[in-house]
């Protein structure tokens, strides 16, 4: 049974830091490219960050670069968004994801993924 579990959201006000992580199982991790999305309330699922499954090639959106990177840790099955300087508009609750292919290259586009987690709520007030 493929898990996806993410941790680390919480409370943080404007200009702070909060560091997600998303623990694998079932899978073999270290084959899958990886993501991270992002939904806010009466808002579409958005594209946060991608990696490859070496992680040779990462990036993230144009809303969040400069201030979020992504990272992975095959040997732990770990994955992780480390969100600096965080503003009002980043509340979401964000979502790890493994790419539908193994072996596949990062994409940027929802459909590209058929794992997910629960997700974990990111609240940033000012």
């Known amino acids: 049974q493929v898990q996806l579990v993410e941790s680390g959201g919480g409370l943080v006000q404007a200009g702070g830091s909060l560091r997600l992580s998303c623990a694998v199982s079932?899978?073999?991790?270290?084959?899958?490219?990886m993501a991270w999305f992002r939904q806010a309330p009466g808002q579409e699922r958005e594209f946060v960050g991608t990696?490859?499954?070496?992680?040779?090639?990462?990036e993230v959106g144009d809303s969040v670069k400069g201030r979020f990177a992504i990272s992975r840790v095959n040997a732990k099955n770990e994955l992780y968004l480390q969100m600096n300087n965080l503003k009002p508009e980043d509340t979401a609750v964000y979502y790890c994801?493994?790419?539908?292919?193994?072996?596949?290259?990062?994409?940027?586009?929802?459909?590209?993924?058929?794992?997910w987690g629960q997700g974990t709520q990111v609240t940033v007030y000012s």
């Open positions: 990696i490859t499954r070496t992680s040779s090639y990462r």
């Open positions: 994801a493994a790419h539908s292919r193994r072996y596949g290259g990062t994409s940027r586009r929802l459909g590209d993924y058929d794992t």
């Open positions: 079932g899978l073999t991790f270290s084959d899958y490219p």
